[in-house]
């Protein structure tokens, strides 16, 4: 029988994505799109789909908000954007939540994916 992870921490999400293969971060570039850093893509909203999202908050610390946004591309490659949330958001200007809330969600379970 197999056990379960317990990831409640960011370095475990992340851990374990990379032994998973889903360590293809998204970010937005200075010029404002959205890029896969290992895959060198460029993304458009309509090119993925958050299958999941992990939200962590620090203990003692509000700048310690962060999550994770599981996405999927539209040729299966999973991958992922990081960001701290609320005030803290490491995005100036609306463009990165722009892009967030166009991406549509399709929840999925985690045994799915792990």
Same mark, same amino acid.
């Given at each position: 029988?197999?056990?379960?992870?317990?990831? $409640?921490?960011?370095?475990?999400?992340?851990?374990?994505?990379?032994?998973?293969?889903?360590?293809?971060?998204?970010?937005?570039s200075?010029?404002?799109?959205?890029q896969?850093?290992g895959?060198?893509?460029?993304?458009?909203?309509?090119?993925?789909?958050?299958?999941?999202?992990?939200?962590?908050?620090?203990?003692?610390?509000?700048?310690?908000?962060?999550?994770?946004?599981?996405?999927?591309?539209?040729?299966? $490659?999973?991958?992922?954007?990081?960001?701290?949330?609320? $005030?803290?958001?490491?995005?100036?200007g609306?463009?990165?939540?722009?892009?967030?809330?166009?991406?549509? $969600?399709?929840?999925?379970?985690?045994?799915?994916?792990?």
């Amino acid at each position: 029988m197999e056990h379960s992870l317990e990831m $409640t921490t960011l370095s475990q999400v992340l851990e374990r994505l990379r032994q998973k293969g889903y360590d293809n971060e998204i970010k937005m570039s200075d010029h404002g799109r959205m890029q896969g850093v290992g895959l060198n893509k460029i993304y458009k909203p309509e090119d993925l789909k958050i299958i999941k999202n992990f939200r962590f908050e620090g203990d003692s610390d509000p700048a310690d908000n962060s999550v994770i946004y599981l996405v999927e591309d539209n040729e299966g $490659t999973i991958g992922y954007i990081l960001d701290a949330y609320g $005030t803290y958001s490491d995005h100036a200007g609306s463009g990165f939540d722009d892009f967030l809330k166009k991406i549509p $969600t399709v929840d999925r379970d985690l045994q799915e994916l792990f």
